[in-house]
């Protein structure tokens, strides 16, 4: 049973370029979290999807990012236009519902912004 | 907002002997705690949880202790072993918000040989 996956694992984006980042949850798990790690810091949420619904989406800052998770494929986590405090690396987890509430991380997706 | 805090950014033990991390919240309606654990360049790893109806849950060589009166949580790992080396994360969450969690900032755990 693999895990949460994601990719890229590393992406370099100039000022101004769009970043995008996926996530595959686990297997039966329908809901998706994704949160933001800067270095020597703690995780910070930014939103909870569902299948093609946004449930929770109040760590996100209100321009320039998104995210989705269609019916089919991958939660995408998109970032336009993208500045140097974008840097940071971003987690995507997953949980199987609201029924069980542990949450398993993937690797992670290290954007570095130049 | 909530905030989750570590009473120690920094922790070093002798391999062998058995370590505690702390960790305080801020929020009585948080009804879930989990710890993780995170290696250099990794995302993070779940070691245990506990649910706010229990005061200790045990696992292979940790114990999670929760304290809700003066709300704190503690991880306990019996005899350190180098692999246990890594940054120590309390996350606090519940059904109430929906299941996200609030992280805090760390506690990295240096395992001495």
């Known amino acids: 049973n693999a895990g949460v996956m994601q990719n890229p694992r590393h992406l370099v984006r100039r000022r101004g370029q769009e970043a995008r980042l996926r996530c595959s949850p686990m297997k039966g798990h329908s809901h998706v979290y994704w949160y933001r790690q800067l270095p020597e810091e703690g995780l910070k949420f930014m939103v909870y999807?569902?299948?093609?619904?946004?449930?929770?989406e109040s760590g996100m800052p209100k321009e320039r990012f998104s995210a989705e998770f269609p019916k089919e494929g991958p939660s995408i986590l998109r970032i336009q236009q993208v500045v140097r405090g974008d840097s940071a690396a971003y987690f995507c987890?997953?949980?199987?519902?609201?029924?069980?509430?542990?949450?398993?991380f993937g690797p992670g997706t290290r954007l570095t912004v130049t | 907002g909530e905030s989750v805090g570590l009473h120690l950014p920094t922790l070093s033990v002798q391999e062998g002997d058995n370590s505690i991390i702390n960790c305080a919240y801020s929020?009585?309606?948080?009804?879930?705690f989990i710890w993780y654990k995170q290696e250099s360049g990794k995302g993070p790893q779940f070691i245990i949880d506990i649910r706010s109806n229990m005061d200790k849950r045990q696992g292979q060589r940790v114990t999670v202790l929760l304290n809700k009166t003066v709300k704190h949580l503690s991880l306990q790992i019996a005899a350190t072993q180098p692999g246990d080396s890594a940054v120590y994360f309390c996350a606090e969450g519940g059904i109430y918000n929906f299941n996200k969690f609030y992280f805090g900032s760390g506690t990295k755990l240096n395992v001495k040989p």
């Open positions: 999807l569902q299948k093609e619904n946004i449930i929770d």
């Open positions: 987890a997953s949980s199987p519902g609201t029924e069980k509430y542990e949450q398993y």
């Open positions: 929020n009585s309606a948080s009804d879930y």
